[in-house]
């Protein structure tokens, strides 16, 4: 069977050779997987992290260089690469869209603008200026592919399919290529909608009937903003008429989707891997400020619509409101899965928390390698530098980093096997703040808690063990006496959630490691170290308790 998505537990899960399997993996920049010998330490950093997978561009340009001739040798390379450190990889197609724009498109896509045209935010021009933010007076010249051109799509659906035949025939046996993402964010910048006479016309017909009634059957799960356009519009007519405010981004959405399905469609026809998109998000903006019709969450029920061929729907998140965007990318049921995202502080603990809070089929940094180097400054404006949280300005430590993500890849099968139960869960200092006494007492505050059937988990991220403010706690239990607590930066006190037995006692607590799947006991934890039970540096116990009267 090749890897597929399948409900387990009813939560979606990435299944490989039959099993189920978390990517902890990481992004390499942009152009580091267009030569295998850069690949070479990259490669092995990403080992000493811990991560089992790489997320990596496999560009147009360089597998179809000339109209109908493919070169897949450095895809296969990188494959070979992967398998020798028994790795997988996910490939990012860079194909049409890359960042809203069409930088990856091969040279005789770039240069034939009458066969390929290019988007007009200005009427009649191939390139426009963009502002980039009102509150700075430049304009950046911009193009990009338009999302109707019919012969793009068209090519790009050919190119892509031949790449998944690749896959198939280098790698359906093996199956080290695990995913592959269908372009890079997509959408459109500088405007919420192409203007050219062709997407006038379109924008002033009706809007598909099986479309219009689609968007109307699922108001339930939409975004209060697209909602209420929906509801207050026509049940037919022109697309202003039928999604009034929202009609320039739904419109820009639907044809994005369509050619980014299409384009899915062909590779899966040939190699039926499961497929993302993946998406810059909004930040609140107003359209054509972020790349508008790519999958961001409010326009979800447009690409349902439009892409069936996608799987899932990936935020690349650098923005500081972590949880809020990973609850809006999982509040219809679908899996996390994070293919960028920073690498200040909160990098390691949302590994952490990615897995044992939302069940994550993957949860990768963007240019990993990075990790534990001052930030550049390009890597300050994208996470967020201007905000007062101390992590968010800190890069993270390599060797913390580290040693999370060697425990978690050990545990791995463990932990994919648990996704879907209440058996795995996870806090984190950034995430659950302790809930004020009421009294405004601080020592009364309550400290977040893990609920399992018979034991309560309370996590103090306050206090002498985690200056930094970063702590994160993940517990998976393994039955009503028994768990393995991996964190960091955290103090622990168990206690019994039994009401006909409400007090618990530790029996045992183990520190150790995980080699090859088995656990290696190091010390037994007692006395001093569990009458105060906590974790400074990234470590893993195994314990043992018992309820009673
Ligand atoms: C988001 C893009 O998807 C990546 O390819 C890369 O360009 C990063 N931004 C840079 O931070």
Known sequence: MIPTIQKQNGHPVLMVGGKPFALLAGEVHNSDSSSPAYMETIWDIAAQLGMNALLLPATWELIEPEEGRFDFSVPQALIDQARARDMRIVFLWFGSWKNAECMYAPAWVKQDLKRFPRAQIEKGRNKAGRQVSPTIPIKMPYTTLSYLGQATRKADAKAFAAFMGFLKDYDSEKQTVVAVQVENETGLLGAAREVSDEADALFAAPVPADFAAYMRAHTDTMTEEIRSAVLSGRESGSWQEVFGEAADEIFSAYHVASFVNAVAQAGKAVYPLPMSANCWLDKGGRPGSYPTGGPVSKVHEVWDFCAPNIDVYCPDIYVPQFKAVCDEFTRRGGALFIPESATHSYCAPRLVYTVGHYHAMCYSPFGFDDIGKPFTAVQGFLFGMDVSDPALKT??????????????????????????????????????????????????????????????????????????????????????????????????????????????????????????????????????????????????????????E
């Open 395 to 548: 890069p993270q430590r390599f060797e913390e980093y580290a040693a999370f993500g060697q425990i978690l890849r050990e545990m791995m099968p463990r932990l994919a096997a648990a996704y879907g139960t209440d058996r795995l869960q996870a806090v984190s200092a950034e995430t659950d703040p302790p809930v004020p006494a009421p009294d405004g007492n601080p020592y009364g505050a309550i400290p977040p808690t893990m609920d399992f059937r018979t034991f309560r988990l309370s996590v103090r991220f306050q206090g002498p063990m985690n200056p930094r403010g970063d702590g994160v706690c993940l517990c998976l239990a393994v039955s009503d006496t028994e768990c393995w607590v991996v964190g960091s930066a955290c103090g622990l006190s168990f206690l019994s959630a039994d009401p006909e037995k409400p007090n618990l006692d530790l029996l045992q607590v183990e520190e150790g490691r995980f080699e090859h799947g088995a656990w290696i006991p190091g010390r037994r934890l007692n006395g001093d170290e569990t009458a105060s039970l906590s974790l400074e540096a990234p470590a893993v116990l195994h314990v043992k308790f018992f309820t009673y």
